[in-house]
């Protein structure tokens, strides 16, 4: 019994000690737990949110990365589309000036279309002989009937020049500005001594040598059409031959025969012409075409007596053209597009021989007005404009043009624009009303001098 007792002692130092050190693991786990649980409240949004940014950061840096490389293959991809068809079409120019001139004349070309400075770009030249024969084909007969004095706008190489004189033209005046053709030229006058005559001008910058005459009080225009005889306007005075690519020639023969100046001076010139498909459609649609009729072709197809010859190829004229990229494109649109791309029209237009009959030449500018002002918009109907400058008149366009209130400009043909002009200019109130108070207000937009300074303008020589 003692000696257990005398134990105890130590077994209760043993168990003491046992229990202190699982009280103290006890203890230490739990504190662990608590601060684990501390640690992950407090700092697993921040740890969260830290990495939700590098993902952000690693995600946007991968997008940046995609990105730039997309930008990098289409910048390759549009590069080779650019350069492909410049290179193949450079190929192909090369071989059909190869196939179609002889090597001495070819080098001509890229000195004139290269040349920094010149604007070259409503210049056509033809290149190509099978093409030439083709377009005389086309217009000798009518060449034939008339006598008057012959005009051949910028002959380039003389391929169609050649190609008239064999077809029997007695006389042709070449007007060729380029020093590049010289010798060309000269041979071919060796070849038909006294049946050209040749002028250093280029006749489709005519309008800037009117506006230079009329701030110069000159008349070198008179030099440039020496030798046309002055006819009775039911007789042709001149017959131009030639082709370009640019609106502002018709548009200057159209101010040239409202003022009676430059090519309608001496009477009425016909004019044989190749231009684009689309050129020709722009002056030539009717009113169904929404988006290009205009004030222009109204005028152009009441002035003018105008026909299409024939078609030729445009690659058969330099430069070649460069296929349009527009921003919105028509079915109707693409097709002019395509056909303008592969050809080009041989069109024959000329004044109409009863123009005066229709209105007087002081008329025909009041019409040109009257044409401009009520088609700024097409959807400007025609009795809410006609009531602006006559009020109550409504009721007489209803009776005598068979209009209605939803009669939009837009909706008219060149014949009824024509038909509402006269009529208005029948009533007693058009000497008082409101259009030609409009009308002297913008009249200097119609004088002669402006309009050749606008034109001119278009040229770059004017400020």
């Not at 492909?84 to 079409?89: D, F, H, K, V």
């Not at 008329?363 to 002002?373: G, L, P």
Request: charged share 30%.
């Amino acid at each position: 019994m003692c000696d257990n007792l005398s134990i105890l002692p130590s077994l209760l130092e043993i168990g003491y000690k046992m229990f202190r050190k699982s009280l103290l693991s006890m203890i230490n786990g739990n504190l662990f737990k608590r601060n684990k649980s501390i640690i992950d409240v407090t700092c697993h949004p921040v740890l969260n949110r830290y990495a939700h940014m590098n993902s952000e950061k690693s995600e946007t840096a991968n997008i940046d990365e995609l990105n730039n490389e997309t930008e990098k293959i289409k910048l390759t991809v549009k590069e080779k589309k650019r350069k492909l068809p410049r290179e193949n079409e450079k190929q192909d120019l090369s071989e059909y000036l190869s196939d179609n001139l002889n090597p001495e004349i070819i080098h001509i070309f890229p000195s004139i279309f290269m040349k920094k400075g010149e604007d070259d770009r409503n210049l056509l030249y033809l290149i190509d002989k099978e093409a030439a024969v083709d377009f005389v084909s086309l217009i000798i007969d009518d060449l034939s009937k008339d006598k008057s004095f012959i005009a051949e706008l910028n002959p380039g190489i003389g391929m169609l020049t050649t190609e008239l004189l064999k077809a029997g033209i007695p006389l042709i005046h070449l007007y060729e500005e380029k020093k590049e053709f010289d010798s060309i030229l000269d041979n071919l006058s060796n070849i038909y001594p006294g049946r050209l005559d040749r002028r250093r001008f280029n006749l489709l910058r005519i309008n800037t040598l009117l506006y230079c005459d009329k701030i110069t009080n000159k008349n070198e225009v008179q030099k440039v059409f020496q030798g046309v005889e002055t006819k009775r306007w039911e007789d042709k005075c001149m017959q131009v031959i030639g082709a370009t690519s640019t609106v502002k020639f018709i548009r200057h023969i159209m101010h040239s025969l409202l003022f009676r100046n430059s090519f309608m001076t001496y009477g009425r010139t016909v004019f044989y012409m190749a231009i684009p498909p689309v050129m020709w459609h722009k002056y030539t649609c009717d009113n169904k075409s929404n988006t290009i009729y205009t004030r222009i072709k109204v005028l152009f197809q009441l002035m003018f007596d105008y026909k299409l010859l024939g078609k030729l190829k445009r690659k058969a004229f330099l430069p070649w053209p460069g296929l349009k990229k527009r921003k919105r494109r028509t079915r109707e649109t693409e097709i002019l597009d395509e056909t303008s791309y592969n050809e080009i029209f041989v069109v024959k237009f000329e004044p109409k021989v009863d123009i005066y009959s229709l209105l007087s030449q002081e008329d025909w500018i009041i019409f040109w007005y009257f044409v401009r002002h009520t088609t700024y918009r097409r959807t400007n109907r025609v009795i809410p404009q006609f009531e602006k400058w006559v009020p109550g008149s409504g009721v007489k366009i209803i009776a005598k043009c068979n209009h209605t209130i939803f009669t939009e400009f837009g909706d008219l043909t060149p014949a009824e624009f024509l038909k509402l002009f006269k009529e208005f200019q029948s009533w007693p109130e058009y000497k008082t009303s409101n259009f030609l108070d409009s009308m002297k207000d913008s009249l200097q937009m119609f004088d002669e001098p402006t309009v050749l300074k606008l034109s001119a303008k278009d040229d770059n020589i004017v400020n």
